[in-house]
Structures are given as structure tokens and as C-alpha cells.
């Protein structure tokens, strides 16, 4: 099946800090979803883009499919930010296959 | 009550009980999932079922047992788990082939 490797596994970041998290995939996809996981384990969507670059408050995210990537920035981060970031591609209709995700960590 | 819920929020049950999770969306989805969270592990996809009809079962053991019976609720039936099925289990919906949504989970802990 697909491999999705995301990098890095944890990282601590100072209030007000800028970020970038990786994802990549070993084969074609239709679609990919970014997920921040609360500490309460709600999943809460953040883009879904299968290609091309998409911005929300100080969120953005660009996939480059034909390169097999997924960026997600984080700008001016907060403690709010802090939890589980994870990538999820769908290469057959329905299936989601997820990373091991990115923990983030925002010091005050 | 919007999105996706799911109940009962934490459970904790002996390897002989019987109990059930229940999940109900609210966005009118043709689509609904169970996955399943270890810890240390990546979500993994469970059942899928599109439009009512069972379409994926991903080598889930028969002591988990799923029920659909209409477009927007979804069980997942648990019996004789072994403590190893402790996990979150998070139900989710799309409007197939758009971006799926997830509920709040239930925390199994099995003893």
C-alpha cells in the first residue's frame, strides 16, 4: 500500500514562532487532507487540497502531486497550536491513508 | 447537534461484555468510516460503508462487528475484545469523493 512519511515527528516552537511540516507520498493520489488532533483526540479538518497552494488565517498549505508533497505552514504560532498535525491521502475512492503524524509543541 | 457525534465518549469493558458504539452524522453524507487510533500507530481505516452498503473491511477481527442501518448513523457492535483493542475509535462521513469529517471518538479501554 501507500507509504506516507511525515516529518519531523515532534517539534517545540516559541510563541510566535513560523514552521514548516512535510509530507510525502509514494504514489499517485486524488486527494489529501491536513488534520490537527486536539489533546481531547478530536480530529479538526484544516484543508482539504489535493493540489496547488490554500491559505486559512495563519494556515497554509500547498501540495505539489506530481512531485509527491504536501507542505503545512504555520505561521505566528500559538499555544492553540499546539496537538498532532496529520496528513492523509485517498488514492481509491473512501480510503484515507494516514501519516504518523507531527507533534507540535508551542512554548509560551 | 452538528458535525459528527459519537457515543459514549469513554468506555471501559471486560474482555466477556457486549457494548456498542454509536456514531451519527448530521451533514446529510452519503459515506461513513470507523478508524482505529493505538498508541504509536496511525490511524487505521476499519469499515467503510457508502451509501448504506458495507464496501470495506480491512481485515478487522469478527469480534468487531458494524451496522448501518440508515445513511446517517453508523454502530460498530464490540464483543469478547482483547486488551489490545484498547484504542480511540473515530467514526467519520464524507460526501463521497469530497473531504471527510471526523467525530469526537470513544475511548476503549478494555480490561
Known amino acids: 500500500g501507500i507509504q506516507v512519511e511525515q516529518s519531523p515527528p515532534d517539534l517545540i516552537l516559541q510563541e510566535g514562532a513560523n514552521s514548516t511540516l512535510r509530507c510525502n507520498f509514494s504514489d499517485s493520489v486524488n486527494n489529501l487532507q491536513w488534520f490537527h488532533q486536539n489533546p481531547w483526540g478530536q480530529l479538526i479538518n484544516l484543508f482539504y487540497i489535493p493540489s496547488g497552494t490554500k491559505q486559512n488565517g495563519r494556515l497554509s498549505a500547498t501540495t505539489v502531486a506530481t512531485e509527491r508533497y504536501s507542505l503545512l505552514y504555520i505561521s505566528s504560532s500559538q499555544t492553540t497550536d499546539s496537538g498532532v498535525y496529520f496528513c492523509?491521502?485517498?488514492?481509491?475512492?473512501?480510503?484515507?491513508?494516514f501519516g504518523a503524524g507531527t507533534t507540535v509543541t508551542v512554548r509560551a | 447537534e452538528t458535525g459528527v457525534t459519537q457515543t459514549p465518549r469513554h468506555l471501559v469493558m471486560g474482555m466477556t461484555n457486549k457494548k456498542s458504539l454509536k456514531c451519527e452524522q448530521h451533514?446529510?453524507?452519503?459515506?461513513m468510516y470507523w478508524y482505529k487510533q493505538s498508541a504509536k500507530k496511525p490511524l487505521e481505516l476499519m469499515f467503510v460503508?457508502?451509501?448504506?452498503?458495507?464496501?470495506e473491511n480491512n481485515s478487522v477481527p469478527s469480534r468487531f462487528s458494524p451496522e448501518c442501518p440508515n445513511s446517517s448513523h453508523l454502530f460498530l457492535h464490540l464483543h469478547t475484545l482483547q486488551p489490545e483493542d484498547s484504542a480511540l475509535y473515530l467514526c467519520?462521513?464524507?460526501?463521497?469523493?469530497?473531504?471527510?469529517?471526523f467525530g469526537p471518538g470513544t475511548r476503549l479501554t478494555v480490561t
Open positions: 492523509a491521502v485517498e488514492q481509491d475512492d473512501y480510503k484515507l491513508s
Open positions: 467519520a462521513s464524507s460526501q463521497v469523493p469530497s473531504e471527510q469529517y
Open positions: 460503508y457508502n451509501f448504506k452498503e458495507q464496501t
Open positions: 451533514l446529510g453524507h452519503n459515506a
